[in-house]
Each structure stands twice: as structure tokens, then as C-alpha cells.
């Protein structure tokens, strides 16, 4: 069965500093990755994922994220990060067979501080 | 225009009743989803449909029947509700059940028993 990874719980970064927020899935066949953000008191938004082809995907925002198949990660990373990336960041994956529900890791909270 | 939206944004009740929560897409999308998210974060796939269809069934108590009269509504029944169903519960929507589709959330209804 997938399962997710996401290290930290928490990430206290200062603005304009760089971020990486890591997660490590592991399944035993394909899988799609997402990245999903959620601001307090609202629901999750689609922030980047990865279906196949170039490995290193990117979102509107400035985020982006890296898929490595060796290593079963697809850490999130931000070279500058503004106030308003305070949030919590989930990653999620969804297998290549069967089911398509989203298996979720436990997030990882994105403090940015002045 | 709100793409996936549920009603009531907040529920308190005793334990022992019996709740409702309404979701709504106007997205077109043929595949809709209940999840459930604990206090911790963790998020968890509940109930998937596609075209009015179940097609997840999670390992969830029978007190929770969803029902999809049409491919635009998922709603949720609890019946006998217990301190543990205390939780942020979110629908969201897909496309069609196709692999690595991207799903919409709601903004999520946060349900308290007392």
C-alpha cells in the first residue's frame, strides 16, 4: 500500500529566505504526485503535481518541486518565500493502478516570519 | 462562484444525533469525494463516487451513509454521532476517474459533538 512521508511538522523560516518542505512516499508501483496547500479555516488547493515527463514541475506562485524516483521523494521548494506562504503544505500521492483516492502525508506547517 | 461548496460551514451537536452535511460542485466533474481531517491534520479518503456511483468504500463505521442523488451532489448522513466524529470534513471533485486527476476541495465543515 502508498504511504506519505513529510518529516517536518513545522517549518519556521524567515521572508525572503529560501524553503524546502521534503516528503518521501514509497509504492510499489507508478505513482502522481501532488502538492496541495491549505490556508487556515479553508479548504486544500491544488499547488503542482507531477503526472510524468520532465521531473522538475512548477507552479504560479514560485514553488517547485522535484520528482526522484531513486530516492521516492518530491520535496517542495520556494528560493523566496513571502509572508503570505504561511500556510500548511500537504503532499499527496495517488497510485498509477487502482484506486485514485489521495493517500495524504500528516503536512508540514510553513511559518514565515518578518 | 464557488466550484465545490458545503453546507453548513460549521456543526455543533450532541452526541447521539443524527447530521447531515450537503456538497455541491459546479464544476462539471463526474467523481466526487468525502475526506475526513483529524485534529492532527490528517487527512483520510472516506467515500469516493463517479457518475452517482460508490466506488471507495473506506474502513468507516456504518453510521455514515453518503448519498449522490446526481453527479453534482455528495452529500453525507451520521447517524449516532460520537465524541471521535468531532473532525473537519471536506468534499472534493475530480474531472472523471481517470489517474493522477487533480481534485477540487470545498472549504470544509467543521463538525464538534458535545
Known amino acids: 500500500a502508498q504511504s506519505v512521508t513529510q518529516l517536518d511538522s513545522q517549518v519556521p523560516v524567515f521572508e525572503e529566505a529560501p524553503v524546502e518542505l521534503r516528503c518521501n512516499y514509497s509504492?510499489?508501483?507508478?505513482?502522481?504526485l501532488f502538492w496541495y496547500v491549505q490556508y487556515p479555516n479553508q479548504g486544500l488547493q491544488l499547488l503542482l503535481k507531477y503526472l510524468s515527463g520532465s521531473t522538475l514541475v512548477e507552479s504560479i506562485n514560485g514553488f517547485e518541486a522535484e520528482f526522484n524516483k531513486s530516492q521516492t521523494s518530491f520535496h517542495l521548494r520556494k528560493p523566496s518565500v513571502h509572508i503570505s506562504d504561511t500556510a500548511e503544505y500537504f503532499c499527496?500521492?495517488?497510485?498509477?493502478?487502482?484506486?485514485?483516492?489521495?493517500?495524504f502525508g500528516s503536512g508540514t506547517r510553513l511559518q514565515v516570519q518578518p | 462562484d464557488t466550484a465545490v461548496s458545503q453546507t453548513p460551514k460549521y456543526l455543533v451537536t450532541q452526541m447521539g444525533n443524527d447530521k447531515s452535511i450537503k456538497c455541491e460542485q459546479n464544476l462539471g466533474h463526474d467523481t466526487m469525494y468525502w475526506y475526513k481531517q483529524d485534529s492532527k491534520k490528517f487527512l483520510k479518503i472516506m467515500f469516493s463516487?463517479?457518475?452517482?456511483?460508490?466506488?471507495i468504500n473506506e474502513t468507516v463505521p456504518n453510521r455514515f451513509s453518503p448519498k449522490s442523488p446526481d453527479k453534482a451532489h455528495l452529500n453525507l448522513h451520521i447517524n449516532s454521532l460520537e465524541l471521535g466524529d468531532s473532525a473537519v470534513y471536506f468534499c472534493?471533485?475530480?474531472?472523471?476517474?481517470?489517474?493522477?486527476?487533480?481534485?477540487?476541495f470545498g472549504d470544509g465543515t467543521r463538525l464538534s459533538i458535545l
Open positions: 463516487y463517479n457518475n452517482k456511483e460508490l466506488i
Open positions: 499527496a500521492v495517488t497510485e498509477g493502478t487502482g484506486r485514485r483516492a489521495l493517500t
Open positions: 472534493a471533485s475530480s474531472q472523471d476517474y481517470g489517474f493522477g486527476q487533480p481534485q477540487h
Open positions: 509504492s510499489s508501483v507508478s505513482v502522481y
